[in-house]
């Protein structure tokens, strides 16, 4: 069995699978461990997964689809997980899902995700109900009452993505009777999880000839000096790739121009606060521009797990720090 300072987390998994209600893993725990085995550890990892383990063929399949520790194989990676997904385990069967949308070891099949999602969702992984919970929404007709039925499941067991939807559905009455007390109620308990940067009381407006207001369910946030533009729900979702996840941010400051500062001394941290320790450091910004209009500078970064994440941005003296949820 693997070294007892990861056995805690191993046993996790083995209980069940890894969602709030029912595990106290955080969404980031299979990925960290599996990064973090040796040599032994994987060989008894394969041992227990021959045997039929599907704790252990989840696990061995997310290394060797990320490939850390081990040289990566997406086709086995996604064997494995597959595996442990006819085992009825449920966060292989959403990880199987998300392999399937992605195209990542099996061949890209979104009809064949959404079969994989639904049995996750049935077997009680928020995250694959807050999935079926969109696709209802989604739809040319959204199906409102399944939709809310699904959000509601997921948001109960602790998923923030799920609690912010369900925040906005009442706030907006989209489907549902409008009910600020049960909005501010769904908001409220995502932000226990996670105190993502909210809008500005008064909110903040770019200068001219920045652009003066964002779409529904953004806003501008920073000074003059360092601005950038953020969700009202302060989730960032859907970057999942095989090394973490990927996101990109346009960082406005007053006066910046792009042609007489290409790579502009711009510095961008990021502290994960809660579940672990984990940081990343960004020193290679590039600029974006609109022609004769603006100009921006922008990061492109690994996040290495899920979670909520103090992100800060320095360029010549002045910072501008916010918080988000990267879903898992």
């Known amino acids: 069995m693997i ?72 086709s086995a990676g996604a064997y494995w997980i597959e595996q442990a997904a006819k085992s009825g385990y449920a966060s292989a069967e959403f990880l199987l899902g998300a392999l399937y949308e992605k195209g990542m070891g099996v061949k ?21 109900q807050d999935v079926i919970g969109h696709d209802y929404l989604d739809r040319k007709e959204p199906d409102y009452e399944k939709a809310l039925e699904w959000l509601q499941r997921s948001a ?15 706030e907006n009455g989209d489907g549902v009777p409008r009910n600020d007390q049960l909005a501010a109620q769904w908001y409220q308990k995502a932000q226990e999880r996670c105190q993502t940067t909210l809008p500005p009381d008064p909110p903040f407006t770019p200068p001219f000839p920045y652009q003066q207001n964002l779409s529904k369910g953004s ?18 979702g859907g970057l999942q790739n095989n090394k973490g996840y990927r996101e990109k941010v346009f960082w406005f400051r007053q006066g910046y121009d792009a042609r007489t500062e290409p790579k502009p001394a711009l510095t961008v941290t990021g502290r994960r606060l809660d579940g672990d320790t984990a940081t990343f450091t960004v020193l ?45």
């Open 3 to 74: 070294a007892f300072v990861r056995f805690s987390i191993y046993l996790c998994l083995l209980a069940a699978s890894c969602v709030p209600a029912n595990c106290e893993c955080d969404y980031g725990a299979v990925a960290k461990l599996a990064q973090s085995l040796n040599a032994t550890d994987i060989a008894e990892l394969t041992k227990d997964a021959k045997n039929g383990n599907a704790a252990a063929q989840y696990m061995l399949g997310t290394a060797l689809s990320r490939g850390q520790p081990i040289p990566q194989n997406e």
């Open 108 to 128: 890209e099949d979104r009809n064949q995700a959404f079969v994989w999602y639904r049995k996750a969702a049935e077997g009680g992984d928020c995250r694959g």
């Open 156 to 170: 109960e067991q602790g998923f923030r993505q799920a609690q912010t939807d369900l925040g906005s559905l009442y």
């Open 219 to 236: 806003f501008w946030y920073g000074t003059e000096k360092l601005w950038t533009g953020l969700h009202v729900a302060g989730t960032w």
């Open 284 to 328: 290679d910004a590039t600029n974006a521009y609109s022609p004769g209009s603006w100009s921006a500078m922008l990061t492109a970064f690994e996040i290495p797990t899920a979670g909520c994440w103090e992100l800060r941005g320095d360029y010549h003296g002045d910072s501008l720090s916010f918080i988000v949820w990267v879903e898992p």
